[in-house]
Protein backbone atom coordinates (compact mmCIF):
# COMPACT_ATOMS: atom_id res chain seq x y z
CA UNK A 1 0.00 0.00 0.00
CA UNK A 2 1.06 3.49 -0.93
CA UNK A 3 1.53 6.47 1.59
CA UNK A 4 -1.28 8.46 0.32
CA UNK A 5 -3.68 5.14 0.25
CA UNK A 6 -2.91 4.76 3.96
CA UNK A 7 -3.57 8.39 4.61
CA UNK A 8 -6.81 8.03 2.84
CA UNK A 9 -7.89 5.43 5.28
CA UNK A 10 -6.46 7.15 8.39
CA UNK A 11 -8.57 10.23 7.15
CA UNK A 12 -11.59 8.04 7.49
CA UNK A 13 -11.23 6.33 10.20
CA UNK A 14 -10.87 10.48 12.06
CA UNK A 15 -13.96 11.52 10.26
CA UNK A 16 -16.42 8.21 11.04
CA UNK A 17 -15.51 7.14 14.75
CA UNK A 18 -12.81 9.76 15.98
CA UNK A 19 -14.87 12.36 15.38
CA UNK A 20 -17.35 11.49 17.30
CA UNK A 21 -15.43 11.47 20.74
CA UNK A 22 -16.29 14.15 22.69
CA UNK A 23 -14.35 17.38 23.08
CA UNK A 24 -12.90 16.45 19.21
CA UNK A 25 -11.46 19.89 18.16
CA UNK A 26 -9.34 18.31 15.13
CA UNK A 27 -6.38 15.29 14.08
CA UNK A 28 -3.38 15.19 12.50
CA UNK A 29 -0.41 12.78 10.93
CA UNK A 30 2.19 12.97 13.71
CA UNK A 31 5.88 11.04 13.07
CA UNK A 32 7.16 9.47 9.94
CA UNK A 33 4.18 9.51 7.67
CA UNK A 34 5.37 13.90 7.35
CA UNK A 35 8.11 12.67 6.27
CA UNK A 36 7.03 10.41 3.13
CA UNK A 37 5.78 10.92 -0.19
CA UNK A 38 2.42 10.10 -1.22
CA UNK A 39 3.66 7.71 -4.18
CA UNK A 40 6.06 5.87 -1.81
CA UNK A 41 5.49 2.75 -0.35
CA UNK A 42 4.23 1.88 3.56
CA UNK A 43 6.44 -0.62 5.02
CA UNK A 44 4.89 -3.76 6.06
CA UNK A 45 6.71 -2.95 9.50
CA UNK A 46 5.65 0.75 9.99
CA UNK A 47 2.47 2.06 11.26
CA UNK A 48 0.44 5.40 10.90
CA UNK A 49 0.48 7.51 13.63
CA UNK A 50 -2.34 9.96 13.88
CA UNK A 51 -2.85 12.01 16.35
CA UNK A 52 -6.45 13.37 18.00
CA UNK A 53 -6.75 16.77 19.80
CA UNK A 54 -8.98 16.66 21.67
CA UNK A 55 -11.12 19.89 24.27
CA UNK A 56 -8.36 20.67 27.64
CA UNK A 57 -9.05 17.75 30.62
CA UNK A 58 -7.86 14.74 30.72
CA UNK A 59 -7.90 12.45 27.48
CA UNK A 60 -9.73 8.78 28.00
CA UNK A 61 -7.46 6.31 26.97
CA UNK A 62 -5.03 6.23 23.46
CA UNK A 63 -6.38 3.70 20.97
CA UNK A 64 -2.85 2.68 20.22
CA UNK A 65 -2.63 0.18 17.68
CA UNK A 66 -5.35 -1.21 15.61
CA UNK A 67 -5.93 -2.57 12.17
CA UNK A 68 -7.84 -0.43 10.09
CA UNK A 69 -9.45 -1.60 6.49
CA UNK A 70 -5.83 -3.47 6.11
CA UNK A 71 -4.16 -0.41 7.28
CA UNK A 72 -1.90 -0.33 10.86
CA UNK A 73 -2.94 2.93 12.86
CA UNK A 74 -1.62 4.39 16.04
CA UNK A 75 -3.96 6.59 17.42
CA UNK A 76 -3.66 8.81 20.68
CA UNK A 77 -4.95 11.84 22.00
CA UNK A 78 -3.41 14.99 22.80
CA UNK A 79 -5.14 17.71 24.84
CA UNK A 80 -5.32 20.98 22.87
CA UNK A 81 -3.46 22.93 25.60
CA UNK A 82 -0.16 20.80 24.62
CA UNK A 83 -0.05 22.53 21.23
CA UNK A 84 0.15 25.95 22.27
CA UNK A 85 1.53 28.87 19.83
CA UNK A 86 3.44 27.61 16.87
CA UNK A 87 6.65 29.33 18.81
CA UNK A 88 6.05 26.55 21.57
CA UNK A 89 5.68 23.79 19.09
CA UNK A 90 8.50 24.94 16.94
CA UNK A 91 10.89 24.55 19.68
CA UNK A 92 9.74 20.69 20.68
CA UNK A 93 11.43 18.09 18.53
CA UNK A 94 8.92 15.75 18.70
CA UNK A 95 6.19 17.46 17.75
CA UNK A 96 7.25 20.49 15.38
CA UNK A 97 8.07 18.04 12.43
CA UNK A 98 4.56 17.02 12.84
CA UNK A 99 3.34 20.25 11.28
CA UNK A 100 6.52 20.75 8.87
CA UNK A 101 4.63 19.45 6.49
CA UNK A 102 0.48 19.38 5.43
CA UNK A 103 -0.25 16.94 8.11
CA UNK A 104 -4.07 18.19 9.11
CA UNK A 105 -6.62 15.30 8.95
CA UNK A 106 -9.76 17.43 10.11
CA UNK A 107 -10.04 20.73 11.65
CA UNK A 108 -13.27 21.82 12.47
CA UNK A 109 -12.03 24.92 14.04
CA UNK A 110 -9.10 26.15 11.53
CA UNK A 111 -6.65 26.13 14.49
CA UNK A 112 -4.59 23.40 13.31
CA UNK A 113 -4.46 24.69 9.87
CA UNK A 114 -3.18 28.08 11.20
CA UNK A 115 -0.84 26.35 13.49
CA UNK A 116 0.55 24.21 11.12
CA UNK A 117 1.54 26.85 8.20
CA UNK A 118 2.95 29.00 10.94
CA UNK A 119 5.25 26.28 12.15
CA UNK A 120 5.91 25.49 8.39
CA UNK A 121 7.13 28.89 7.65
CA UNK A 122 9.58 28.79 10.02
CA UNK A 123 10.10 25.56 10.89
CA UNK A 124 13.84 25.63 8.99
CA UNK A 125 14.83 28.91 10.57
CA UNK A 126 18.28 28.89 12.40
CA UNK A 127 17.21 30.00 15.88
CA UNK A 128 14.14 27.06 15.88
CA UNK A 129 16.88 24.30 14.62
CA UNK A 130 18.89 25.26 17.57
CA UNK A 131 15.96 25.50 20.06
CA UNK A 132 14.94 21.99 19.10
CA UNK A 133 18.52 20.25 19.26
CA UNK A 134 18.29 22.25 22.81
CA UNK A 135 15.21 20.68 23.52
CA UNK A 136 17.13 17.31 23.25
CA UNK A 137 19.63 18.00 24.88
CA UNK A 138 17.39 19.01 27.74
CA UNK A 139 15.57 15.86 27.86
CA UNK A 140 18.39 13.62 27.65
CA UNK A 141 19.81 15.17 31.44
CA UNK A 142 16.03 15.95 32.72
CA UNK A 143 13.75 14.07 31.40
CA UNK A 144 13.86 10.51 33.19
CA UNK A 145 14.28 9.69 36.74
CA UNK A 146 16.86 6.87 37.48
CA UNK A 147 15.26 5.61 40.99
CA UNK A 148 16.69 2.92 42.63
CA UNK A 149 13.47 1.99 43.97
CA UNK A 150 12.05 1.32 40.70
CA UNK A 151 11.64 -1.31 39.38
CA UNK A 152 14.53 -2.76 37.10
CA UNK A 153 13.23 -2.32 34.04
CA UNK A 154 12.12 0.88 34.74
CA UNK A 155 15.38 1.84 35.55
CA UNK A 156 16.84 0.18 32.26
CA UNK A 157 14.69 2.36 30.46
CA UNK A 158 15.38 5.60 32.32
CA UNK A 159 19.25 5.01 31.03
CA UNK A 160 18.01 3.90 27.70
CA UNK A 161 15.81 6.48 26.31
CA UNK A 162 18.37 9.38 27.68
CA UNK A 163 20.63 7.70 25.62
CA UNK A 164 18.51 6.86 22.38
CA UNK A 165 17.85 10.52 22.21
CA UNK A 166 21.00 11.57 21.79
CA UNK A 167 20.56 10.46 18.06
CA UNK A 168 17.33 12.87 18.40
CA UNK A 169 19.52 15.97 18.95
CA UNK A 170 21.63 15.00 15.83
CA UNK A 171 18.41 14.50 13.66
CA UNK A 172 16.89 17.76 14.92
CA UNK A 173 20.14 19.25 13.96
CA UNK A 174 20.06 18.00 10.51
CA UNK A 175 15.94 18.65 9.42
CA UNK A 176 15.25 14.93 9.61
CA UNK A 177 12.36 13.11 11.43
CA UNK A 178 13.29 12.07 14.86
CA UNK A 179 12.24 8.63 14.44
CA UNK A 180 11.73 6.74 17.84
CA UNK A 181 11.98 2.85 16.59
CA UNK A 182 15.25 3.28 13.27
CA UNK A 183 16.39 6.32 15.45
CA UNK A 184 20.12 4.85 15.04
CA UNK A 185 19.78 3.87 11.33
CA UNK A 186 18.43 7.68 10.55
CA UNK A 187 21.47 8.94 12.38
CA UNK A 188 23.71 6.96 10.40
CA UNK A 189 22.56 8.03 7.39
CA UNK A 190 22.81 11.40 8.63
CA UNK A 191 26.49 11.52 9.69
CA UNK A 192 27.56 9.54 6.75
CA UNK A 193 26.42 12.28 4.71
CA UNK A 194 28.13 14.99 6.97
CA UNK A 195 30.91 12.81 7.39
CA UNK A 196 30.72 12.33 11.07
CA UNK A 197 30.84 8.76 11.00
CA UNK A 198 33.17 8.50 14.15
CA UNK A 199 30.70 9.82 16.24
CA UNK A 200 28.08 7.29 14.74
CA UNK A 201 30.02 4.39 15.88
CA UNK A 202 30.96 6.18 19.69
CA UNK A 203 27.05 6.62 19.73
CA UNK A 204 27.25 2.51 19.04
CA UNK A 205 29.53 2.39 21.82
CA UNK A 206 27.20 4.54 24.68
CA UNK A 207 24.56 2.14 23.54
CA UNK A 208 26.84 -1.12 24.27
CA UNK A 209 26.09 -2.67 21.42
CA UNK A 210 29.12 -1.56 19.18
CA UNK A 211 30.33 -5.23 18.51
CA UNK A 212 27.39 -6.91 19.02
CA UNK A 213 27.26 -9.88 16.01
CA UNK A 214 24.11 -10.02 13.88
CA UNK A 215 23.98 -13.75 15.14
CA UNK A 216 24.12 -12.66 19.11
CA UNK A 217 21.23 -9.89 17.60
CA UNK A 218 19.09 -13.00 15.97
CA UNK A 219 19.61 -14.81 19.65
CA UNK A 220 18.32 -11.79 21.79
CA UNK A 221 15.40 -11.11 19.48
CA UNK A 222 14.05 -14.66 19.38
CA UNK A 223 13.73 -14.77 23.42
CA UNK A 224 12.63 -11.45 23.38
CA UNK A 225 9.84 -12.36 20.93
CA UNK A 226 9.07 -15.52 23.23
CA UNK A 227 8.46 -12.85 26.16
CA UNK A 228 6.92 -10.30 23.76
CA UNK A 229 3.88 -12.91 22.69
CA UNK A 230 3.51 -14.19 26.63
CA UNK A 231 3.38 -10.48 27.57
CA UNK A 232 0.48 -9.78 25.20
CA UNK A 233 -1.25 -12.31 26.64
CA UNK A 234 -1.51 -11.40 30.30
CA UNK A 235 -1.08 -7.33 29.91
CA UNK A 236 -3.67 -5.78 32.26
CA UNK A 237 -1.75 -2.62 33.32
CA UNK A 238 -3.10 0.26 31.23
CA UNK A 239 0.55 1.53 30.33
CA UNK A 240 0.81 4.15 28.08
CA UNK A 241 2.76 1.87 25.82
CA UNK A 242 0.27 -0.96 26.30
CA UNK A 243 -1.42 -1.42 22.58
CA UNK A 244 2.57 -1.88 21.52
CA UNK A 245 2.78 -5.28 23.37
CA UNK A 246 -0.45 -6.79 21.29
CA UNK A 247 -0.73 -8.58 18.00
CA UNK A 248 -1.60 -5.36 16.21
CA UNK A 249 2.06 -4.58 17.62
CA UNK A 250 4.30 -6.91 16.90
CA UNK A 251 5.03 -6.70 12.93
CA UNK A 252 6.51 -3.16 14.30
CA UNK A 253 8.09 -4.44 17.48
CA UNK A 254 9.17 -7.98 16.05
CA UNK A 255 8.89 -8.38 12.36
CA UNK A 256 10.57 -4.81 12.05
CA UNK A 257 13.65 -5.47 14.61
CA UNK A 258 14.32 -8.75 12.44
CA UNK A 259 13.99 -7.15 9.20
CA UNK A 260 16.80 -4.66 9.95
CA UNK A 261 18.62 -8.10 11.47
CA UNK A 262 18.31 -9.67 8.38
CA UNK A 263 20.08 -7.55 6.16
CA UNK A 264 22.35 -6.38 8.62
CA UNK A 265 21.54 -3.29 9.89
CA UNK A 266 21.70 -5.86 13.51
CA UNK A 267 23.35 -2.79 15.64
CA UNK A 268 20.54 -0.85 14.38
CA UNK A 269 17.82 -2.83 16.02
CA UNK A 270 19.24 -3.08 19.60
CA UNK A 271 17.81 -0.18 20.80
CA UNK A 272 14.17 -1.26 20.10
CA UNK A 273 15.01 -4.80 20.88
CA UNK A 274 15.94 -3.48 24.50
CA UNK A 275 13.39 -0.71 24.91
CA UNK A 276 10.56 -3.54 24.06
CA UNK A 277 12.03 -6.21 26.45
CA UNK A 278 11.98 -4.05 28.88
CA UNK A 279 8.59 -3.07 28.43
CA UNK A 280 7.54 -7.31 28.35
CA UNK A 281 9.54 -6.92 31.72
CA UNK A 282 7.57 -4.54 33.03
CA UNK A 283 4.49 -6.04 32.24
CA UNK A 284 5.43 -9.31 34.26
CA UNK A 285 6.51 -7.26 37.24
CA UNK A 286 3.00 -5.76 37.20
CA UNK A 287 0.22 -8.45 35.66
CA UNK A 288 1.81 -11.43 35.78
CA UNK A 289 5.05 -12.09 38.23
CA UNK A 290 4.95 -15.98 37.78
CA UNK A 291 6.65 -14.78 34.09
CA UNK A 292 9.18 -12.26 35.04
CA UNK A 293 11.80 -14.73 36.32
CA UNK A 294 10.85 -17.28 33.23
CA UNK A 295 11.91 -14.57 31.10
CA UNK A 296 14.81 -12.55 32.76
CA UNK A 297 16.99 -14.98 31.90
CA UNK A 298 16.93 -13.98 28.38
CA UNK A 299 16.79 -10.07 29.17
CA UNK A 300 19.37 -10.25 31.45
CA UNK A 301 21.48 -11.69 29.14
CA UNK A 302 20.86 -8.76 26.68
CA UNK A 303 21.79 -6.18 29.21
CA UNK A 304 24.82 -7.93 29.60
CA UNK A 305 25.85 -7.94 26.42
CA UNK A 306 25.19 -3.85 26.34
CA UNK A 307 27.31 -4.11 29.96
CA UNK A 308 24.46 -3.81 32.38
CA UNK A 309 24.35 -5.80 35.34
CA UNK A 310 23.17 -3.67 38.67
CA UNK A 311 21.66 0.41 39.68
CA UNK A 312 25.29 0.82 39.54
CA UNK A 313 25.87 0.24 36.47
CA UNK A 314 22.87 2.35 34.95
CA UNK A 315 23.91 5.05 37.15
CA UNK A 316 27.91 5.11 35.52
CA UNK A 317 26.42 4.37 32.30
CA UNK A 318 23.88 7.51 32.51
CA UNK A 319 26.56 9.37 33.89
CA UNK A 320 28.31 8.27 30.90
CA UNK A 321 25.86 9.57 28.65
CA UNK A 322 26.05 13.11 29.71
CA UNK A 323 29.46 13.23 29.91
CA UNK A 324 29.26 12.25 26.03
CA UNK A 325 26.72 15.64 25.23
CA UNK A 326 29.41 17.82 24.72
CA UNK A 327 30.65 15.97 21.74
CA UNK A 328 27.34 15.45 20.63
CA UNK A 329 26.67 19.21 20.44
CA UNK A 330 29.64 19.73 18.52
CA UNK A 331 28.70 17.54 15.74
CA UNK A 332 25.24 18.95 15.64
CA UNK A 333 26.68 22.31 15.42
CA UNK A 334 29.11 21.36 12.23
CA UNK A 335 25.62 20.20 11.01
CA UNK A 336 23.87 23.01 11.26
CA UNK A 337 26.48 24.94 9.37
CA UNK A 338 26.82 22.69 6.72
CA UNK A 339 23.26 22.07 6.11
CA UNK A 340 21.64 23.87 3.23
CA UNK A 341 18.22 23.32 4.25
CA UNK A 342 18.70 25.51 7.44
CA UNK A 343 17.64 29.66 7.14
CA UNK A 344 18.91 32.33 8.59
Same mark, same amino acid.
Given at each position: ??????????????????????? *????? %???????????????????????????????????????????????????????????????????????????????????????????????AKREWVRRR @????? /?????? %???????? *????????? *????????????????????????????????????? /???? /??????????MSQARAETH?????????????????? *?? $??? /???????????????????????????FWVAATYAR @???? $??????????????????????????? $????????????? %?????????????????????
Amino acid at each position: MLVGQAKAVARQWVLEEAGAIPG *FTGAF %FHGSANWLADDAPLPATSDLDVMVVLENGEPPRKPGKFVHRGVLLDAAYLPGAQLGAAAEVLGRYHLAGSFHAASVIADPTGRLTDLQRAVAREYAKREWVRRR @CEHAR /DRILTA %FALRESDP *FPTQVTAWL *FPTGITTHLLLAAGLRNPTVRTRYLAARELLKNYGEL /DCYE /DLLRLLGCAEMSQARAETHLAALAAAFDAAARVIETP *FF $FAA /DISDAGRPVAIDGSRELIARGDHREAVFWVAATYAR @CQLV $FHHDAPELYARFERGYRALLGDLGIAS $FADLERRHGETAD %FLPRVWEVAERIMAANPGIEG
